[in-house]
């Protein structure tokens, strides 16, 4: 069993060599460093892995595809949880808002850093008492956005909202803070990340899926 154990761990890393993507060919990201990289390059392994299952039609190698399928998951999961704790995401975020807004966003930040999801922070100041349908006080508060390259493009799969699920009244003066995620499918792709875009809910309702 530690035989065929070793030769599956062995496989996926001459995997890895093959393709010419260990941690130190990861492209480095201005602010989020080589986490789109990683999630690029395990996302590739994942889905070659995962069309060699399917293609399969032999039970004994599904089993043994679905084993490596399953090493290499945790690989992914262990490789990042590691880096990113060995290579904290302090810096600030450029981000860009819409205009004319109750609120000024004072500071973008990673919240938190994982396999899954990349968390963000959005810390703002209520300007102006934002109030709701009968004209009380609003105690929610949402920041659409997305991802844009260096290049002025969008990055697929970014479009997010961001929130704070506790009930706060927005009034003038309030301290406020949001938090959103961007999945896996959305980091893979922010190699070439420059900026956050606040956006409005119609383009939100638009792009979520795109």
Not at 128 to 152: C, M, P, R, T, V
Request: a positive charge; aromatic letters at 10%; one cysteine or more.
């Amino acid at each position: 069993m530690k035989i065929k154990l070793l030769l599956i761990i062995a496989f996926i890393v001459s995997q890895l060599i093959s393709c010419g993507e260990t941690e130190s060919n990861d492209i480095s990201n201005e602010f989020l460093d080589k986490l789109p990289s990683m999630e690029k390059k395990y996302y590739t392994l994942i889905d070659l892995k995962e069309k060699e299952i399917k293609k399969s039609t032999d039970m004994d190698e599904s089993f043994k595809l679905g084993k490596e399928l399953k090493l290499l998951e945790e690989e992914k999961k262990e490789a990042i949880t590691e880096y990113v704790a060995a290579h904290p995401l302090k810096k600030d975020l450029p981000f860009q808002p819409l205009p004319d807004t109750k609120y000024t966003i004072k500071k973008v930040v990673v919240n938190k850093a994982s396999s899954s999801n990349l968390n963000i922070k959005f810390s703002l100041t209520i300007n102006e008492d934002i109030k709701g349908k009968y004209g009380s006080a609003s105690k929610n508060l949402f920041i659409y956005f997305k991802a844009i390259d260096s290049k002025g493009n969008y990055i697929p799969k970014s479009t997010t909202v961001a929130t704070n699920f506790k009930s706060i009244k927005l009034v003038a003066g309030t301290e406020y803070e949001a938090f959103g995620s961007w999945q896996n499918k959305a980091t893979r792709n922010m190699e070439d990340f420059a900026e956050i875009n606040e956006v409005t809910r119609d383009e939100w309702e638009q792009n979520k899926k795109k």
